[in-house]
C-alpha cells in the first residue's frame, strides 16, 4: 500500500494549484482525468475517507507527494505533512444515491435545476462543497448525501443519483390555528398557545437564524366560530353577508388575522412579543366582533381544532402560490405553507374541499407542513375525517389519511422530575362537564373530543370491565372463507350520543331482531380513487370502522353472536380506512403519491425514510464485516448537521439502525393480528438489505404503496411517540454493523441515559422542512403498465420538424437569429414542462428482482447515450408525455385520462384583517382544481421552435413568467419629509428635472435595445443650471399668479415664475451648450430646409447616428435627439418638429422601417436620412416591414415635455378640478397611438453566458409623460432566472442617475372578490371628509352637475399629488352592456405604496352597478348588503410588497419619537388630512380656489391691456 505525503494548497493563490486535488502525473502513469480517487489515513481505515476528481495534473507538484486545497483537509481533519493512503476507485462503488444541494438569495427554475444536475453528473462532492455554475450563473452548496441507506461525506453524482433542492429563501406562510385549544393547558402546565410561541416558534426562529436563512415571511392566526342559531332570521342585517352553513346546518364565520405579511427579518423573536400581544385581545375580539348596542346577536363559540378551518387555510395559500409566475422576484425560490395547530392532527373535513386540496398541493408542488402541538394519538394521523352527511344509523364514519401533509409533533425539553409517563391521548372529561357552553350545536357531543367517551359515568365504569380483547380478536378476524372481496363487511352502528346504540341493543336483546332488511342498504361515495380493491391476503381482511370509541364493548359471547347474526351487506365502494392500523391497507401507486418521493433519502433497509419519522420496517442482518468505501460524516464534519432532527440530542438519524427490528420474531410483536404475517414473510424475499447498487425504489411494493405517510414505503406502527431524548436503539442488535463503532465513538448520545425504553420509535419536528424546505424534486419514478395505458387513457401525439420551421420563420424576421437545433428544441420542449411541474419519469431498466412485481412499464426509456436517439418521460398527475427525438424529427406524445375529474369549484367566504388596517372585513375566493389537461402545449412548442415569433404569442393561458416595473422620477423624499414632519409637500420641493429625466430615460431605452451612437454624446449635465428650487424661495405671493404649468394638463404643475424671465432666458442661454451635440452654427431665421438638413447629416456636427446595427438602415436617428439638435440652432420662432415633418414630406427622412405614412412623432423613435449614398460600403437599406421593425424595436412618444424643444406660452395654473373645463386625467386620451402598451422582442442573454438559448419579450407604455410612472413588463418562458436577474440588474443601474426602476406587484391593490388577488392582502379604504364647507355646502355646487363626479376624482387626484403620487396609466377593463365606473391608479414617487380612486360615470354618490361590483365596494368602504347607501369618497392605499422590506426599514425618519417608519408616517398623515384634522382639508380648497380666482383676475387686466392697444 503505497503512502502519499499530504501538502494542502489555497486556491486562487497559484494559478497551478487552481483545483481541489493537485498531483503529479509520474506518480500515476494509468490515472486520467475525470478518474475519482480515495485518500484516508492509513492508521484509520474505518475513520473518514475522502473522495476527491482529478481535474488536472501538475508537474510542479513533487513526487509521491499530493496536495489538497486547506479548505477541504481542515473539514475531514487531514493534517498536512502526514502520509496518506491514494488509490482509485470505480465511480460505481461510490455513487450517492441522493443529494442535498441548498441555495440561498436566488431564484432557480425547474428547468435550471434540470441543466444543474446535469452539468453534476459523473462529477465528486463532497459535504459544504461550493458549486458555481457559470453557464446559468448558478451559486449553491451540498448539504447532505446518502448512499446505502447511509449519511457519508463524499461521493459520486451518476445519472441514477436523486438530487434535492432545498432553499434557505422560500416563501413562507404559518398559519397559527387559534382554535378553543389554545387556551388548554399542556402536561407541564402550560398554555398550548405558550408551547406554540415560546416552543416551537422560537426554536423555528432560531434555527432560522443559526442557518442565515432569509425567508418571506407571512404569519397568519385563524379561527372559526360558531354561532348557536336555528336560521339566518336570527341574526342582524349586518351579519349575514359573510356567514357560511355547514353540513350540519350550524352558522359560522371564519377569520384571518394577518399579523406579519411578506416580511424578511434577521431576528424574527420581536415578532414573537407581537404575537403575544395579538394572543391576548384575539378571542374576545373575533367573539364579540359584531357585537352593537341595543342588538341581540347569536351566542359565539370558537371551535375546537378538528372542526377548524384548516383546508381552507392552505387552499387561501395555494392561490397565492399558484401565481408565482405573476410576480416573480429573483431572490428567492420554494414556497412554504405551515399549519401549527394545538390539536392532535385529526380533522373533519369536506370531501370535496379534500379532493381539491389534495390535486392543488401535489399539482402546484407546495410543501405543506402540519405542525402539531398537542399529544400524539394512539392512531395514525394526521387523520381527515370526512363529514357524514347520512345521518342513518348504520352510516359508519369514513377516513382519509392525506400523504400530502408532512406531519411534525412538537414537544418541549421539560423533565418531570417524578414521572417519565409521556400521555398519548387527552383524558375524557366527566358527568356535568358534558354540557356544551350556551347549548350550541346539540349534535356536536360527538364531535367534540372533550366528549372522547360519550357514555355517562356509571356506564363508563361498568364498560371497564369488558374483555376488550377478545372483542378485539373477533372483530380483527378474516371474514369467513365465502368472502371473496374487499366488498363486503360486517356493519356495525354508528357512533351515537348517550347511551350508544350497541348498549341499548344489548341490554334489550335486540340483536337477532335486526335483520339485514331493516337496514338501509350502505351509501357511500367514492371517496379516494387511489384505494385499491384487491383481494390480496392482507385486503381479505379489511376492517370495518374500529374508530367508534364510544361504543360500549359487549362481552365476548355477545359480541361473538352479535357478528354472527347480522349477514354481511355487500356494498359497493371501498374499504373503510382503519386508523388504529393503516397498514392493514394498501393502495394503488399512481404519479400524485409518488410526487414528492425523490426528496427522501433510502434508509438502511432500502425504503425511502423520513428522517424525523423513524420507522420499523423488517430487515435481513447485514453481514458481518461488509466494508464500504464511503464512511460517515463524523458529526463535527459540518456545524449545520446538528440542525435537523438532531438538535436536542434526537442524533438517531445519524446512526444508521438498520432496523428497529432486525428479526422477522420481533417483528411480530408489533402485529396485532395473524394476516399481518403473511405479509411480512412476503416482504422478507424482497432484497430489503442494503444492496451494493442502487435497489429499485418499488421493489417489494411496486404496484402498491402503504396508505399511511409520505413516502408510502414505511409502515405504521403503534410504538410511534413523540417524546424526545429517546434513541431508536434496540439493544444488541448493532454489533454486525461493522464500521458504526467506529462512528458511534464519535457522535456520543447526549442523552443515552434516557433512552429506556426499548425499541422506542421517534416521530419528532422535521427541522429540515420547516428551515430549508425542498423544491419539487424534478425526477419521479411512476409510469402506468401497458394495461392500464390502453385502458385509462387517451393517447394523442403530434410531430415537430425544428429545421423546416425554423428555415421558414428566421428568414421573414427583421433581425437574423440563430434557430434552435432540433436537439435544443428538444431540450427546451422538456424544460418548459418541467418548469410547468411536470417530473422527469426515471423508469428502472434493471429486470424486476425477485419478489417485485414489475410495474411492466409500457415505455422503456432508451438510454441517452445515442446523440440522435432521445426518450424523455414526463408526468404531473394523471398526465404523462413522452418525447422522443430521432434524427430531425421530435415527436411529442400525450396521455391523459379517460374518465378526468369533474372540474369543483369551492366559494369562500371569510373575514381577514390585515396589518394596518383597523377591522375585519369581508373578502370571498374561489377554490378550484385546474384542469391541466387543457395546456395548450401545441402552441407552447411552437413557441419554441419559431423562436417566440409574432404567429405564436405568448398568451395568459400559458403561466409565462414575468417582471413588472416602474420607472419613477427619483426624489430624495424621506429627508424631506423628516424635516418638514408633514407629507404634503410635494409640488413645492420637487425640483423640475424633467430634461435630466427625460435624457436618462433615453438612455435606458438605448441600454435596453442593445443600441451604441457612432459618436459618444459628451456629459449632459456639466453645466450649473438654475432649477426651480432658486426660483421658489425667490417667489412671492404676488409672483405666483403668473406661472406656467409644463404639462399641457397642468396637472400637477411645476412652478416657473414669469417674472424670472431674464433668469429663464439665462437658463436657455446657458443651455445652448447642454444637449450633447458639439454646437457649430446657429441658423439665420431664413435658413432653407435643404440647408438645415445638410447640417443635420454631418457626421460629427449633425445629429448623433447610430452605429451601424441590423434590421436598421444607415443614418438612423432618434426624433428626440432631432429636436433637441434643431431647437439649440433656431433662434426665431419656428417648431423644430413642424420643420421635421416637414422635412418628412419631402422625403429628406422617413420612418426607419420604411415607411413614408409615419408622421414624425417626437420621442424615441426612429427615423433615418433618405437622401444618402447608396453605393457606400456600410449603406443599409430600411426593413419596408412596419409590423417586423416594431416587434423589434422599442418605440415611445413623449408627451407633456414639448417646451423642451419648443418655448411656449406661459398659462395660469387653475387647478383642474376648479376649471371650467378639466384637461383630461392620461395620455390615453390625447396620444396619437390610442394603444396603452406595445411588445418588443427581447433578448436576455446580453452577456452571453448562458448554455441555452434565451429571449423574451418586453411589454412598455407607448408613452412617455413626466410626472407619471412609466411601465416596462420583462416577459419570458425560454429563459433562466439567474440570466433574466442580471439583464434586469443592469438596467437598474443605468437608469438610476435621475429616475429608478422599482419592482410592483401584478395586482397593487389585491381588492377582495377579484380574481387573480392574493386573499389575504387587501387595500385599506381611507375615507375623505366631504363636509368641511361652512354651512354644509355641497363640494362643485357652482358646476353643472354631470360634471360634478369628474371634478370629485380631480380634486382626489390633486391630494394625492399633493403627498408625491404619480398617476400609473393602465389598460381599460371593457365590459359589454355596463357603465363601469371610472378608476385611476397611482403610485408614491418612492415606489412604496399604491393607490386607488373610483368613481361611477354619472354621479358619485350611487347605487352599485352589480353584485360584484357591489361586493367590492361594500367590502372596501365597508358597507352593508344595502346597495343604496351612498357610496363613501376615498382612497384605496396598499402597499408595494415586491420591496425588499430591508429597503423598508431602511427608510426611517430618524428625528422622529420612535424612528417612525416612512411608510407608517405617510399613511397617518394621509389620514390625518383626509378627515381634515387642523382644517388642513379646508385650507388646501381655500389656496385653490383663491389661484383659480386670481388667474381669472389677470387674465381680465390681460384682455383689457390687449383692446387698449387695438384701440
Not at 435545476?113 to 450563473?137: A, E, G, H, P
Not at 415571511?217 to 349575514?240: C, G, N, W
Request: glycine letters at 4%.
Amino acid at each position: 500500500m503505497k503512502l502519499y505525503k499530504l501538502n494542502t494548497h489555497t486556491r486562487g493563490c497559484n494559478k497551478s494549484y487552481d483545483a481541489d486535488l493537485v498531483m503529479n502525473l509520474k506518480d500515476h502513469p494509468n490515472a486520467n482525468v475525470g478518474d475519482v480517487v480515495e485518500i484516508y489515513a492509513p492508521d484509520e481505515e474505518n475513520g473518514t475517507h475522502l473522495l476527491l476528481q482529478i481535474t488536472e495534473f501538475n508537474g510542479s507538484c513533487g513526487r509521491d507527494v499530493i496536495s489538497i486545497e486547506s479548505g477541504i483537509a481542515n473539514a475531514f481533519k487531514m493534517r498536512p505533512y502526514s502520509n496518506v493512503v491514494m488509490r482509485i476507485v470505480k465511480p460505481a462503488d461510490v455513487a450517492l444515491d441522493s443529494i442535498e444541494i441548498t441555495f440561498k438569495d436566488q431564484y432557480m427554475g425547474r428547468s435550471e435545476m434540470w441543466r444543474l444536475k446535469t452539468y453534476l453528473t459523473d462529477t465528486c462532492v463532497y459535504v459544504n462543497k461550493k458549486i458555481d455554475y457559470n453557464d446559468m450563473q448558478i451559486r449553491c452548496q451540498v448539504y447532505e448525501m446518502w448512499s446505502q441507506g447511509e449519511r457519508v461525506a463524499s461521493g459520486v453524482i451518476t445519472e441514477d443519483t436523486k438530487i434535492v433542492f432545498r432553499s434557505s429563501t422560500s416563501m413562507v406562510y404559518l398559519f397559527l390555528q387559534m382554535s378553543s385549544e389554545m387556551w388548554d393547558f399542556d402536561i407541564h402546565g402550560d398554555l398550548y398557545f405558550e408551547k406554540a410561541v415560546n416552543g416551537f416558534l422560537t426554536e423555528l426562529f432560531q434555527k432560522w437564524r443559526k442557518l442565515s436563512c432569509n425567508h418571506e415571511v407571512t404569519i397568519v392566526l385563524f379561527s372559526r366560530t360558531f354561532y348557536a342559531a336555528k336560521s339566518l332570521d336570527e341574526f342582524p342585517e349586518h351579519m349575514r353577508d359573510c356567514l357560511q352553513q355547514d353540513y350540519k346546518g350550524r352558522f359560522y364565520e371564519d377569520f384571518y388575522r394577518v399579523a406579519i405579511q411578506n416580511e424578511r427579518c434577521d431576528d424574527w423573536c420581536t415578532v414573537l412579543g407581537q404575537l403575544r400581544k395579538l394572543f391576548t385581545s384575539y378571542q374576545a375580539t373575533v367573539l364579540r366582533y359584531h357585537e352593537r348596542e341595543n342588538m341581540k346577536i347569536p351566542p359565539a363559540t370558537n371551535s375546537s381544532a378538528t372542526q377548524g378551518n384548516f383546508l381552507e387555510v392552505l387552499n387561501i395559500s395555494l392561490n397565492t402560490f399558484e401565481k408565482h409566475y405573476l410576480d416573480r422576484t429573483f431572490d428567492r425560490t420554494g414556497q412554504l405553507s405551515v399549519v401549527i395547530t394545538p390539536g392532535v392532527g385529526v380533522f373533519s373535513v369536506d370531501r370535496e374541499l379534500t379532493n381539491i386540496t389534495k390535486q392543488r398541493i401535489i399539482d402546484n408542488g407546495v410543501g405543506s407542513d402540519l405542525v402539531c402541538v398537542g399529544e400524539q394519538p394512539l392512531h395514525a394521523v394526521p387523520l381527515l375525517k370526512f363529514h357524514n352527511k347520512d345521518t342513518t344509523l348504520t352510516s359508519a364514519d369514513d377516513y382519509s389519511l392525506p400523504h400530502w401533509i408532512n406531519l411534525s409533533f412538537y414537544s418541549t425539553n421539560k423533565k418531570i422530575a417524578y414521572s417519565s409517563f409521556i400521555p398519548r391521548i387527552k383524558l375524557p372529561l366527566f358527568g356535568s362537564q358534558l354540557t356544551l357552553h350556551d347549548g350550541v350545536g346539540e349534535g356536536e357531543g360527538e364531535e367534540n373530543e372533550g366528549h372522547f367517551l360519550s357514555c355517562n359515568q356509571s356506564e363508563y365504569k361498568h364498560n371497564s370491565l369488558f374483555d376488550y380483547d377478545a372483542y378485539d380478536e373477533q372483530i380483527f378476524q378474516p371474514l369467513p372463507a365465502q368472502s371473496t372481496c374487499s366488498l363486503q363487511r360486517v356493519v356495525r352502528a354508528k357512533k351515537t350520543s348517550v347511551p350508544s346504540l350497541e348498549t341499548y341493543a344489548y341490554r334489550n336483546n335486540d340483536w337477532e331482531n335486526l335483520t339485514p332488511t331493516q337496514i338501509p342498504a350502505m351509501r357511500r361515495k367514492m371517496s379516494d380513487p387511489d384505494i385499491h380493491h384487491g383481494t390480496s391476503a392482507m385486503l381479505a381482511a379489511l376492517q370495518p370502522d374500529t374508530t367508534n370509541l364510544s361504543e360500549s364493548l359487549a362481552s365476548e359471547k355477545n359480541a361473538r353472536r352479535t357478528i354472527v347474526s347480522i349477514a354481511p351487506i355487500v356494498r359497493p365502494g371501498r374499504a373503510l380506512i382503519n386508523p388504529f392500523d393503516p397498514s392493514q391497507v394498501t393502495i394503488k401507486l399512481t404519479s400524485n403519491r409518488r410526487r414528492w418521493t425523490h426528496i427522501f433519502p433510502k434508509g438502511p433497509t432500502g425504503v425511502l425514510i423520513q428522517q424525523h419519522h423513524y420507522q420499523a420496517v423488517p430487515a435481513k442482518p447485514t453481514q458481518a464485516g461488509q466494508q464500504r468505501p464511503l464512511q460517515q460524516i463524523q458529526s463535527n464534519n459540518n456545524n449545520d448537521q446538528e440542525d435537523y432532527g438532531c438538535a436536542n440530542g434526537e442524533q438517531y438519524d445519524r446512526v444508521s439502525s438498520h432496523s428497529l427490528l432486525s428479526k422477522s420474531a420481533s417483528s411480530q410483536s408489533f402485529v396485532m393480528g395473524d394476516e399481518h404475517i403473511d405479509f411480512f414473510k412476503r416482504r422478507q424475499n424482497s432484497p430489503m438489505n442494503p444492496l451494493p447498487a442502487n435497489v429499485p425504489n418499488l421493489t417489494a411494493t411496486q404496484a402498491k404503496s402503504y396508505l399511511w405517510g409520505a413516502t408510502g414505503e414505511q409502515e405504521w406502527t403503534p410504538a410511534i411517540t413523540t417524546v424526545k431524548h429517546l434513541r431508536p436503539i434496540v439493544e444488541g442488535e448493532h454489533h454486525h454493523l461493522g464500521s458504526l463503532e467506529a462512528l458511534r465513538a464519535l457522535d456520543p448520545p447526549p442523552d443515552a441515559e434516557a433512552g429506556g425504553g426499548r425499541g422506542k420509535i421517534i416521530i419528532g419536528v422535521d427541522w429540515k422542512s420547516l428551515t430549508i424546505p425542498a423544491c419539487l424534486p424534478i425526477t419521479t419514478d411512476y409510469f402506468p403498465d401497458k394495461r392500464s395505458l390502453n385502458n385509462d387513457y387517451v393517447i394523442s401525439d403530434y410531430t415537430l420538424l425544428p429545421d423546416d420551421v425554423n428555415h421558414d420563420y428566421a428568414q421573414s424576421r427583421a433581425v437574423y437569429r440563430k434557430p434552435l437545433s432540433t436537439e435544443e428544441v428538444c431540450k427546451e420542449i422538456v424544460s418548459q414542462r418541467l418548469a410547468q411541474g411536470f417530473q422527469l419519469i426515471v423508469v428502472d431498466e434493471k429486470p424486476p428482482t425477485a419478489g417485485g412485481c414489475s410495474s411492466g412499464s409500457a415505455v422503456q426509456p432508451v438510454k441517452l447515450s445515442r446523440e440522435t436517439n432521445k426518450e424523455y418521460l414526463l408526468s404531473i398527475g394523471r398526465i404523462f408525455h413522452k418525447i422522443s427525438l430521432s434524427g430531425s424529427v421530435i415527436t411529442v406524445t400525450g396521455y391523459r385520462p379517460r374518465h378526468p375529474y369533474p372540474p369543483i369549484n369551492v366559494d369562500y367566504r371569510y373575514r381577514f384583517h390585515a396589518p394596518q388596517h383597523e377591522t375585519y372585513e369581508i373578502s370571498g375566493v374561489n377554490f378550484t382544481t385546474e384542469k391541466l389537461e387543457n395546456f395548450n402545449w401545441n402552441h407552447m412548442d411552437l413557441y419554441i421552435c419559431t423562436r417566440g415569433d409574432v404567429d405564436y404569442p405568448l398568451m395568459e393561458s400559458l403561466k409565462y413568467w414575468r417582471y413588472r416595473m416602474y420607472l419613477l422620477p427619483r426624489e430624495n423624499i424621506v429627508s424631506k419629509i423628516a424635516s418638514c414632519q408633514r407629507c404634503d409637500i410635494f409640488p413645492d420641493v420637487t425640483a423640475d428635472n424633467t430634461r435630466e429625466q427625460v435624457e436618462d430615460f433615453v438612455r435606458l431605452i438605448e441600454a435596453v435595445s442593445k443600441l451604441k451612437r457612432q459618436y459618444a454624446r459628451k456629459a449632459r449635465h456639466d453645466t450649473p443650471r438654475i432649477t426651480e428650487k432658486h426660483h421658489n424661495q425667490l417667489n412671492s405671493p404676488q409672483q405666483s399668479i403668473n406661472v406656467r404649468p409644463k404639462l399641457e394638463n397642468g396637472r400637477i404643475p411645476r412652478i416657473f415664475p414669469a417674472t424670472d424671465a431674464a433668469a429663464a432666458a439665462g437658463v436657455a442661454a446657458r443651455d445652448d451648450q447642454d444637449d450633447g451635440f458639439p454646437v457649430d452654427i446657429k441658423f439665420s431665421p431664413n435658413a432653407t430646409l435643404p440647408e438645415i438638413f445638410e447640417a443635420m447629416k454631418h457626421p460629427v456636427n449633425g445629429v448623433g447616428f447610430f452605429s451601424q446595427t441590423q434590421s436598421l438602415p444607415s443614418c438612423t436617428f432618434v426624433a428626440y435627439d432631432a429636436l433637441m439638435w434643431l431647437k439649440t440652432r433656431l433662434n426665431n420662432g419656428r417648431h423644430p418638429l413642424d420643420l421635421l415633418e416637414a422635412m418628412r414630406k419631402e422625403r429628406m427622412i422617413c420612418h426607419a422601417s420604411g415607411d413614408w405614412k409615419k408622421p414624425v412623432v417626437p420621442g424615441f423613435v426612429f427615423y433615418y436620412v433618405v437622401q444618402q449614398d447608396k453605393n457606400a460600403k456600410d449603406y443599409a437599406p430600411p426593413l419596408d416591414d412596419y409590423s417586423a421593425f416594431v416587434n423589434e424595436w422599442l418605440e415611445i412618444e413623449f408627451q407633456g415635455c414639448s417646451f423642451l424643444w419648443h418655448d411656449e406660452p406661459v398659462t395660469t395654473p387653475v387647478p383642474n378640478f376648479l376649471r371650467d373645463s378639466p384637461a383630461p386625467q392620461s395620455w390615453t386620451e390625447t396620444s396619437s397611438n390610442k394603444r396603452v402598451y406595445r411588445q418588443s422582442h427581447l433578448e436576455i442573454d446580453v452577456n452571453q453566458k448562458s448554455d441555452r438559448m434565451e429571449w423574451g419579450h418586453v411589454k412598455h407604455h407607448t408613452v412617455l409623460q413626466p410626472r407619471f410612472a412609466f411601465e416596462i413588463v420583462v416577459e419570458w418562458v425560454t429563459s433562466s432566472g439567474p440570466i433574466v436577474a442580471d439583464l434586469i440588474g443592469g438596467w437598474m443601474r443605468k437608469a438610476n442617475q435621475f429616475n429608478f426602476l422599482v419592482s410592483v406587484p401584478a395586482d397593487p391593490m389585491a381588492e377582495p372578490f377579484t380574481k387573480k388577488s392574493d386573499p389575504l392582502r387587501g387595500p385599506i379604504f381611507i375615507p375623505l371628509c366631504t363636509t368641511f364647507l361652512p354651512n354644509g355646502a355641497a363640494l362643485f355646487d357652482e358646476f353643472p352637475e354631470e360634471s360634478r363626479s369628474d371634478r370629485m376624482l380631480f380634486f382626489q387626484e390633486a391630494i394625492l399629488g399633493k403627498f408625491g403620487f404619480l398617476p400609473c396609466v393602465l389598460e381599460k377593463k371593457y365590459s359589454v352592456g355596463k357603465d363601469l365606473p371610472k378608476e385611476y391608479q397611482y403610485v408614491h414617487c418612492t415606489g412604496n405604496m399604491f393607490a386607488l380612486i373610483r368613481c361611477a360615470t354619472n354621479n358619485y354618490q350611487v347605487e352599485s352597478p352589480i353584485l360584484k361590483e357591489a361586493n367590492v365596494t361594500r367590502c372596501v368602504y365597508g358597507h352593508t348588503n344595502n346597495t343604496n347607501v351612498p357610496k363613501k369618497v376615498g382612497f384605496l392605499w396598499a402597499w408595494n410588497h415586491m420591496i425588499p422590506n430591508k429597503k423598508w426599514k431602511a427608510q426611517t425618519i430618524n428625528n422622529s419619537a420612535d424612528g417612525e417608519l416612512f411608510q407608517l408616517k405617510m399613511l397617518k398623515d394621509f389620514r390625518e388630512f383626509c378627515s381634515n384634522s387642523d382644517q388642513r382639508l379646508s385650507t388646501f380648497w381655500t389656496q385653490s380656489q383663491e389661484l383659480k380666482r386670481r388667474a381669472q383676475k389677470f387674465e381680465f387686466n390681460n384682455n383689457n391691456t390687449e383692446e387698449n392697444k387695438m384701440k
